[in-house]
């Protein structure tokens, strides 16, 4: 009877030790499948991230490809009713119409080189001037009034080529996607001789059309 007992003692024992074996090796097994779908989520968070970004990507591609983008072209210098003036071209070299056209320029007398960034025009609410659209392709004439005529000192600093007169506009518009945009441009004499203000170059500072 003693011996009966004995075995089955060992038999639970061994049952036991197989239980608990058979118990660890599904934890292992549960364990690695845990860390492999952990693994398979991440790679399917960085797949869906990747896929997003390609998405985003190919939108502002094409939105670049159809914006407008209005370019400020053929500046001239005026001299009308007692003051400078300027006149120029808007085109949209874009492929969409740009909206809500609005612009302000400045034409002056100043220092060559200037002695300080050219500050950008603020446009709010209360701004009067007219808006309007500018289609593909089309050349808009545009022209602003600027500052008195130059002085006889003023002539003589820009005979001297110490100062220049300088051509500033600045515009802002919409795209069809109604994102907004601007755009800047100024130019500056050449060799001036009495009323002659010759050539006009890009300036340095004021271009930087987005």
Known sequence: MENIVKTSDWMMFWVTIA?????????VMFYRQLKAMRAGLADTAAAAEAAVANVNTLKQTGV???????????????????????EFKLKNVGSTPAFGVRFKARVFVAPFPLQEPLARFQFDESFGGSTYAVFPGVD????EPGDDLPSTEQWAQLSQKTHAIYL???????DAFTDSHETRACWHSGAVIGGDTGHFYAYRDGNDAT
Do not use: E, S
């Open 168 to 174: 500033y506009v600045q515009l802002t518009y919409k």
């Open 140 to 143: 808009v004439d545009a022209q």
């Open 64 to 86: 670049a490809q159809l914006r407008a983008y209005l370019a400020i072209t053929q500046p001239a210098y005026i001299q009308r009713n007692g003051q400078m003036g300027m």
């Open 19 to 27: 239980l608990a074996l058979i118990g660890l090796a599904q934890f």
